[in-house]
């Protein structure tokens, strides 16, 4: 069985998107306005975005973004930085990883 999608709430959808797609590729297949923005990873995966006046996710809730090697989580990393999201440099948990508050309200992780 394969996870076909995902929905997110969140406050400001264009921010959110413009996010997920500059620093982990995702695509638009659609969207109404800045209520509503449906996304597409290169596996098929299908995550949603839908604007919410209040979000308010669990301390541990976030989702994940797997790359190929250590040294690509130091670009992601370095390139958030650069562009003035406050991220701590990564370190060695479960993985090479590293979390970032999302605009729209969660929480993504970038791992190896």
């Given at each position: 069985?394969?996870?076909?999608?995902?929905?997110?709430?969140?406050?400001?959808?264009?921010?959110?998107?413009?996010?997920?797609?500059?620093?982990?590729?995702?695509?638009?297949?659609?969207?109404?306005?800045?209520?509503?923005?449906?996304?597409?990873?290169?596996?098929?995966?299908?995550?949603?975005?839908?604007?919410?006046?209040?979000?308010?996710?669990?301390?541990?809730?976030?989702?994940?973004f797997i790359q190929e090697s250590?040294?690509?989580?130091?670009?992601?990393?370095?390139?958030?930085?650069?562009?003035?999201?406050?991220?701590?440099?990564?370190?060695?948990?479960?993985?090479?990883?590293?979390?970032?508050?999302?605009?729209?309200?969660?929480?993504?992780?970038?791992?190896?």
């Amino acid at each position: 069985m394969k996870l076909n999608h995902l929905n997110l709430t969140v406050t400001d959808v264009a921010a959110a998107r413009d996010f997920l797609q500059t620093y982990f590729g995702l695509t638009v297949g659609g969207e109404r306005g800045n209520t509503f923005a449906a996304m597409f990873d290169d596996d098929g995966l299908v995550l949603t975005l839908m604007k919410g006046t209040q979000v308010s996710y669990p301390n541990t809730f976030h989702i994940g973004f797997i790359q190929e090697s250590d040294e690509k989580v130091n670009e992601i990393n370095q390139r958030l930085k650069e562009d003035g999201f406050d991220v701590a440099a990564p370190k060695r948990s479960h993985g090479w990883t590293f979390y970032v508050k999302a605009p729209g309200g969660f929480v993504v992780e970038v791992l190896s």
